[in-house]
């Protein structure tokens, strides 16, 4: 695929980022300075995020809402953000105008493994949720059937995370308070 020119301001990587999803439809993240870009996801990865969307969605506390395809913005960077593949936040940011989500109204930030995605870019995306200062994350792994929950990162680095197998629950702390069944979740074809 041939990108079209572009022309963005020197130092701008954020219309750099948007310019090359509007080219291409890929997903952009801008982390640590570096444009990461990745494709749309495929059916079973789309279809995890569904079910955790709808279980969140079932149960959530009052005030608060899951969204997809929300980014958020790392603290002192004004260029780096990040798009977990599901995000919960407070509801008012249906009627907020902004396009990054501050890190501290993030109550949960989920990734959901791509088939492809390596063990150091999984590394990556999880420091820089810890760095952000996201309190909850989720990594939900298809590749293998498990999952980990990182909590209340100290100093840039979560401690180590509550993991489990696909059938386990997954209880998520207050203000959530609520349990994910993984069972539900789709494996990736095992090759």
Request: contains cysteine.
């Amino acid at each position: 695929m041939t990108l079209p020119a572009m022309h963005p301001r020197p130092g701008n990587l954020r219309e750099v980022a948007e310019q090359i999803e509007r080219a291409t439809g890929l997903r952009v993240e801008i982390l640590g300075g570096a444009l990461v870009m990745s494709p749309t996801p495929r059916g079973k990865h789309a279809g995890s995020i569904r079910r955790l969307r709808h279980q969140l969605e079932a149960s959530m506390p009052s005030g608060l809402a899951a969204y997809e395809v929300t980014s958020i913005a790392m603290p002192d960077d004004s260029d780096d953000y990040c798009t977990p593949d599901l995000v919960v936040l407070p509801d008012s940011w249906d009627t907020d105008d902004d396009w990054l989500a501050d890190p501290t109204d993030v109550e949960l930030a989920v990734e959901v493994i791509s088939k492809s995605e390596k063990a150091t870019q999984i590394t990556g995306k999880n420091g820089w949720y810890a760095a952000a200062r996201i309190r909850l994350l989720l990594v939900i792994d298809p590749r293998v059937g498990r999952w980990a929950l990182y909590r209340d990162p100290v100093g840039g680095t979560y401690p180590e995370p509550v993991e489990g197998d696909y059938g386990d629950q997954i209880s998520l702390p207050a203000p959530l308070s609520l349990s994910v069944d993984t069972a539900c979740l789709p494996w990736y074809d095992r090759e």
